[in-house]
């Protein structure tokens, strides 16, 4: 199954699930290529796609090229193969991130649910959740599922979402008050032509208690989306943290994340990213306390799926600009 005789059909199976994975402002930030003559594709950050205000050390670029990473084993795994991943392969080629090997033996998928069909399903909701709560055994699914990908899913109680929420909108206020930011947020957002970025239609609405800190791409009110609209009472959140902060933990952080959103698309739940906290140093460390080093903040529930964005196709060589899909995938 080497990718020169994978077959046209095949390999966009591949590309095409992991161009659903998601992206800090969608702005999927991946480029996989098959390499002629072996069974080998390889995977690297897209240069021209990444964002030196919110993210300059890179740390959520690389967050987002392992989810793509976990869509692409996901989508090998569908196809009856178990990949075999190389992370950071070549000290004198810093630029190849990954190298997924499509040789080996069919997957035991006796252990694993399939999380194929949660891929094209999967999707941010921006809208508020029922406050219906999740069961603690989906729960303890999910951080178990976390685990696997060598990283693990902090639970907070009352207390710890309250700091944590405090810490979200903290890290708003300041998104709002940094104009470097602030242009930088806004250029994502377009009217709904593009294939990277988020449409405005797509931003949904603030809460109007207050509690939730959602993300305003836009600015201080500026382009205002949807009215504000009352959220859950008490929001259910997750994060995901790793032992160490290099750049191999990113994308092991960035497999995990994947894990945990796919198989919670497959539980029925929605989810939604909080990562603002997470693009301030100071904010980031007071949200992982001493031990840990926190990687990604979601909220999850029961809710609407969110709005479609759309995607840039993956070809065998590099992006299509222009193509589109529906899958809707950001930070």
Same mark, same amino acid.
């Given at each position: 199954?080497?990718?020169?005789?994978?077959?046209?059909?095949?390999?966009?199976?591949?590309?095409?699930? !992991?161009?659903?994975?998601?992206?800090?402002?969608?702005?999927?930030?991946?480029?996989?290529?098959?390499?002629?003559?072996?069974?080998?594709?390889? $995977?690297?950050? !897209?240069?021209?796609?990444?964002?030196?205000?919110?993210?300059?050390?890179?740390?959520?670029?690389?967050?987002?090229?392992?989810?793509?990473?976990?869509?692409?084993?996901?989508?090998?795994?569908?196809?009856?193969?178990?990949?075999?991943?190389?992370?950071?392969?070549?000290?004198?080629?810093?630029?190849?991130?990954?190298?997924?090997?499509?040789?080996?033996?069919?997957?035991?998928?006796?252990?694993?649910?399939?999380?194929?069909?949660?891929? +094209?399903?999967?999707?941010?909701?921006?809208?508020?959740?029922?406050?219906?709560?999740?069961?603690?055994?989906?729960?303890?699914?999910?951080?178990?599922?976390?685990?696997?990908?060598?990283?693990?899913?902090?639970?907070?109680?009352? $207390?710890?979402?309250?700091?944590?929420?405090?810490?979200?909108?903290?890290?708003?206020?300041?998104?709002?008050?940094?104009?470097?930011? $602030?242009?930088?947020?806004?250029?994502?957002?377009? +009217?709904?032509?593009?294939?990277?970025?988020?449409?405005?239609?797509?931003?949904?609405?603030?809460?109007?208690?207050?509690?939730?800190?959602?993300?305003?791409?836009?600015?201080?009110?500026?382009?205002?989306?949807?009215?504000?609209?009352?959220?859950?009472?008490?929001?259910?959140?997750?994060?995901? $943290?790793?032992?160490?902060?290099?750049?191999?933990?990113?994308?092991?952080?960035?497999?995990?994340?994947?894990?945990?959103?796919?198989? +919670?698309?497959?539980?029925?739940?929605?989810?939604?990213?909080?990562?603002?906290?997470?693009?301030?140093?100071?904010?980031?460390?007071?949200?992982?306390?001493?031990?840990?080093?926190?990687?990604?903040?979601?909220?999850?529930?029961?809710?609407?799926?969110? !709005?479609?964005?759309?995607?840039?196709?993956?070809?065998?060589?590099?992006?299509?600009?222009?193509?589109?899909?529906?899958?809707?995938?950001?930070?």
């Amino acid at each position: 199954m080497g990718a020169a005789r994978l077959g046209t059909t095949d390999l966009e199976t591949l590309l095409t699930a !992991a161009a659903a994975a998601p992206s800090i402002h969608n702005s999927q930030p991946w480029e996989i290529r098959p390499v002629p003559g072996t069974f080998r594709l390889e $995977v690297r950050p !897209a240069a021209d796609r990444w964002l030196p205000a919110a993210d300059p050390t890179g740390r959520a670029r690389l967050l987002s090229v392992g989810a793509a990473l976990f869509n692409l084993r996901v989508a090998a795994g569908h196809l009856g193969r178990r990949p075999r991943v190389r992370l950071l392969p070549d000290a004198g080629d810093p630029g190849l991130v990954a190298v997924v090997d499509l040789t080996g033996l069919p997957p035991d998928t006796s252990r694993q649910p399939d999380l194929y069909e949660a891929v +094209a399903l999967r999707r941010t909701s921006r809208a508020p959740f029922t406050g219906r709560p999740v069961p603690a055994r989906t729960l303890t699914e999910l951080a178990s599922a976390v685990l696997t990908e060598g990283a693990r899913l902090y639970l907070p109680g009352v $207390v710890a979402t309250r700091r944590m929420l405090a810490l979200t909108a903290e890290a708003e206020r300041r998104n709002r008050r940094d104009s470097a930011r $602030v242009r930088e947020s806004r250029a994502w957002v377009h +009217a709904g032509n593009l294939p990277y970025g988020i449409p405005a239609a797509a931003l949904g609405p603030l809460d109007a208690t207050g509690r939730i800190p959602v993300r305003d791409f836009t600015g201080a009110g500026r382009a205002r989306r949807a009215p504000a609209v009352p959220f859950e009472r008490h929001a259910q959140l997750a994060l995901v $943290v790793t032992r160490r902060d290099r750049p191999a933990d990113w994308l092991r952080a960035g497999q995990a994340l994947q894990r945990v959103l796919l198989l +919670a698309t497959a539980r029925g739940l929605r989810t939604c990213p909080l990562h603002q906290a997470l693009e301030w140093p100071d904010l980031r460390s007071a949200l992982g306390g001493e031990s840990n080093r926190p990687q990604f903040l979601f909220r999850l529930g029961y809710g609407p799926q969110g !709005a479609p964005t759309p995607r840039a196709a993956l070809t065998a060589g590099a992006p299509a600009r222009g193509t589109q899909d529906t899958t809707q995938a950001y930070f």
